[in-house]
Nanobody
Framework: QVQVVESGGGLVQAGGSLRLSCATS????????IAWYRQAPGKQRELVAHVTNGGTTNYADSVKGRFTISRDNAKNTVYLQMNSLKPEDTAVYYC???????WGQGTQVTVSS
């Protein structure tokens, strides 16, 4: 069982920014890729971005150029910097350690128009 703790969500106006954080245990963090997903009301959960243990990143087309995923190995934390937010980015955002089935509680992001 892997535990992750997400934080940093909130209410922001369109065009604003938020930074999400995801913390997990050190031994898991250093070996695995970490991903951010999101789920909007009435929609399926979708992959937003992921970062490998080597630092390679990948993004969904809908967030390319606006979101940046990064990892701080010293703090066992992955971040999702979200800029130029749009109302369609409104969702619960989840962090996941790839290769494990467990999910965190998520953090709500709401973007008002």
């Amino acid at each position: 069982q892997v535990q992750v703790v997400e934080s940093g969500g909130g209410l922001v106006q369109a065009g604003g920014s938020l930074r999400l954080s995801c913390a997990t245990s050190g031994s898991i963090f250093s070996r695995n890729a970490i991903a951010w997903y999101r789920q909007a009301p009435g929609k399926q959960r979708e992959l937003v971005a992921h970062v490998t243990n080597g630092g390679t990143t990948n993004y969904a087309d809908s967030v390319k150029g606006r979101f940046t995923i990064s990892r701080d190995n010293a703090k066992n934390t992955v971040y999702l910097q979200m800029n130029s937010l749009k109302p369609e980015d409104t969702a619960v955002y989840y962090c996941k350690v790839l290769g494990y089935s467990s999910w965190g509680q998520g953090t709500q992001v709401t973007v008002s128009s």
